[in-house]
């Protein structure tokens, strides 16, 4: 099979490398990749958002299937254009996209059909949400309804910080349009957990369970990132909780979206919060996740092809999914000043040395120049450890992160610290 990736991110890297490993898979192209995707599979220099350039790419380089990584091609209907010349593609179409594309669509589906979630209401204009907030308690959240590239949720501990993201979503506008409309929700308590899910409809074959870490600093500091590292499985998490989450949570949202003709095929990714409450969710995502899937995908044991064609073809139901015990840790390396703006260009050295170590290095934002990678991210690798379990997982991750260098990197030093504790 010749397979084209579109995306240019850690989370693009892991797939392409899952993709690799069956021998099913010829070839790999990555449009637009980066300079890691660039070491095991060929880069197109197109960009996600241009359908007509990628259509006749695959059609030209006589592709046999299209897997979509990011959320914005995905929201803007990119399945629909490949299918649109009978392209087999991997993702849900504009349709189904919209549990992402809007926050506002996803808490009302959510209130209409009884899956738990946060209380909440929603806004178009600024003067009734500053009404709204203002009789609320503290902490709460404000989202912005659009696609802000994991940055337009602000978790606000004073009414102060929550008048302020408000102001910056509906009047500076600082998130764009993704700020025209806005939920504003109660805050939620407890351990969060993230269930990435292959779909197909009804179809629901759940992924290991992983933890993510948004705020940029250690003790969950600082603004919000779209994630600063992750780890599976979770030791301190019961496993009826998880079952739990699947059942009442991702199964009835996949055939919520079946009954409101907007089916749901490819990577349903639950956000979830485990409340005094039981689970309730934060967030659906309509791809996988990023870095999770940096470390959901080497514990999976099938291979990642033939999950997707059977989901393509209708047998999704017939598949079982086989999973390895170890443990995987993700640590993100990035720019200093992420999540605002932050240089570009910085040589990075030791790559080689840490997967020597046995690590799984995951460019996420980098390129090539002179014969050198050099950061162009944000965040700018994704340092994976595996182990028998995930102080095994950590130390190796934390070990090869360690012989990483560039001028700026920032990491977090707490990556699944809590998991160690129980």
């Keep these: ?38 070491q095991i599979a060929d880069c197109v220099p197109i960009a996600v958002n241009q359908f007509e350039e990628l259509v006749k790419f695959a059609k030209d380089a006589a592709i046999d299937l299209v897997f979509i990584g990011p959320d914005d091609p995905l929201a803007a209907g990119i399945v629909d254009a490949f299918e649109a010349h009978n392209i087999p593609v991997y993702g ?73 993201a408000l102001k910056e979503a509906m009047v500076d506008k600082v998130f764009g349009e993704a700020g025209n409309q806005i939920v504003i929700e109660e805050f939620l308590e407890g351990q969060e957990m993230s269930i990435l899910a292959f779909v197909d409809g009804e179809t629901v074959k759940a992924m290991v369970p992983a933890q993510d ?21 979770l030791p301190h998490i019961d496993q009826a909780i998880i079952e739990e989450s699947i059942e009442n949570i991702i199964k009835p949202t996949a055939k919520a979206m079946v009954s409101e003709g907007r089916p749901f095929r490819g990577v349903l990714f639950a956000g979830l919060m485990i409340t005094k409450d039981g689970p309730k969710t934060i967030e659906f995502n309509a791809r996988m996740g990023d870095p999770e899937t940096q470390v959901v995908l080497p514990r999976l044991k099938t291979e990642l092809v033939d999950v997707v064609l059977a ?28 999540p605002a703006s932050y240089p570009k ?60 260098h560039f001028d700026g990197m920032h990491s977090r030093t707490d990556i699944a610290a809590k998991a160690l504790k129980g």
């Excluded at 397979?3 to 099913?24: D, M, P």
């Excluded at 009302?108 to 203002?134: C, Q």
């Excluded at 950061?375 to 102080?391: P, Q």
């Design 1 to 38: 099979m010749r397979i084209l990736v579109v995306g240019g991110g850690g989370r693009e890297h892991a797939i392409v490398w899952a993709l690799k490993k069956s021998e099913k898979v010829k070839e790999v192209f990555c449009a637009p990749g980066n300079a890691g995707i660039a």
């Design 213 to 233: 870490h948004k705020p940029v600093y250690d003790n969950d500091k600082g603004p919000n990132t779209g994630g600063m590292g992750t780890y599976t499985p």
């Design 92 to 164: 849900p179409n504009k349709a189904a996209a919209e549990i992402e594309g809007s926050k506002i669509f996803m808490k009302d589906l959510l209130r209409k059909y009884n899956i738990p979630t946060a209380k909440y209401e929603t806004f178009t204009s600024y003067e009734p949400a500053l009404t709204y907030l203002r009789e609320q308690s503290v902490p709460i959240v404000i989202k912005a309804d659009g696609l802000a590239a994991g940055k337009g949720v602000t978790v606000a501990y004073s009414m102060e910080e929550a008048e302020k």
């Design 311 to 338: 989901s393509l073809n209708g047998r999704l139901d017939q598949l079982e999914l086989e999973w390895s015990d170890e443990a995987a840790v993700c640590v993100i390396v990035a720019s200093e000043g992420y």
């Design 345 to 404: 260009g910085r040589e990075i050295t030791g790559l080689d040395a840490a997967e020597a170590q046995g690590a799984l290095v995951f460019h996420a934002g980098t390129a090539e120049k002179d014969g050198k990678i050099v950061t162009s991210g944000g965040r700018v690798l994704g340092v994976v450890g595996r182990g028998r379990d995930i102080a095994e997982a950590r130390a190796r991750a934390y070990e090869a992160v360690s012989v990483i």
